[in-house]
């Protein structure tokens, strides 16, 4: 993953070089022995093997051509954050990945030590000058969803160019109204900094972009449900990690090479594991790139993923904007009617989450879920209790997980991962 022909622009990013040297080379090895070390991927994977060693490389280098063309980098940490106005402003929307301890120590000394490390991670990148995304944006976009990162983008923004949108915690007619006034807050941020107007048919151009990004994530979804499941966990958590950075348009175009290729495996009855193999659904927190470290010890334990009820995952890309809107304002509304229908833990009461859960594990005829909370976050932490509950009166097995980005509690991870599988082996 090192690319020193990329060191010019790292440095005229002002990276921390040899900080920056170190990640790339862990995050290389960390690739090798978790994915590279899979047999009988499809050759589709190997865009996103691609993608993944040019990760501060070539992706960063078009938005540096974008930006020099004109163009506007906005980044953003959270599914809430409607890509389709920045793309019908004509800008570039990058998810800002969080899912490795960065800046630890210099992170702990401006939030407190019991922050969850997606929010420490966020903040880490930036202190200790790592990440060439964030070092790109012309504006980091943060919402008011969990306490932790509100509270946080105060800090975040004395080192960043950060707005922050309020997020509704309930879903009444007049938490709607709040978001409708947020989108048309936003849109007029994105088009002060870009200085394009945002007019109708470029919009309608940018749901319609978006939309085929998530067909094509669904379609991926859909082909898990076969017997024996065609693709590992793994792999899929990797497409869904990628499809927050990398051109929308290239993305769709390759992942739909891939799910061909996947059709073609499923219809031939074989599956990247023998049939048989436990096949078990995550949910919870959100896995950013490159947090691997539950998908692997799952899959290293015997069982196969079949499905991540997460951002990262099919809580990002189940709904879709209506495309059918006449003007502008419609096609406003229909953006915010899409936005309001995301079942984050932050909402309350949110019982379409548990609906959710259950139906996916039903789909995907799991023989478990691995709830996942990363360490201090009170949203999903509570939500888990529910989600037990709600799993347990299906008749479905249920498996607690609370973690962070180390890797002190591997072992004892790996210990409990093990038992569950075997349990519902
Ligand atoms: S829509 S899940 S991406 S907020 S893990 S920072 S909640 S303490 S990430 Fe999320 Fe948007 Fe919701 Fe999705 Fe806080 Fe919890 Fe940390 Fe979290």
Redesign the pocket.
Known sequence: MKDTSCNAMWEKLNLDLEAHDGLLEVLGKFYGDIYLSQAGRLQGMEYLDFVLSEIHGLRVQELQAAKQGGRKVVGA????VPEELVLAADAICVGLCAGVEAGKEAVEKILPRN?????KSFVGFKLARLCPFTESCDLIVG?T?????KKAYETFSEYAPLYVME?PQMKMASDRALWKAEIIRFKDRVEALTGNKIRGGALNESIRIVNERRRVLQRLNHLRAAVPAPISGRDVLLVNQVSFYDDPLRFTQKIRELCDQLEVRVESGEGIVPKGTPRLMLSG??MAVPNWKLPYLVESSGAVIVGEE??VGT??TRDLVDEDAPALDGMIDAIVDRYMK?D???FTPNKERLEHVVGMARELGVDGVIHY??S?????AMEALKVEKVLQQAGIPFLNIETDYSMEDVEQLKTRVEAFVEMVS
């Open positions: 940490f959270c599914v809430f922050t969850c490390a997606l929010i919402e969803t969990c306490d932790g990162k997020i927190c959100p997460s951002c809580r990002n995301i984050c833990a932050c909370t990363l201090f976050c009170q949203p999903y």
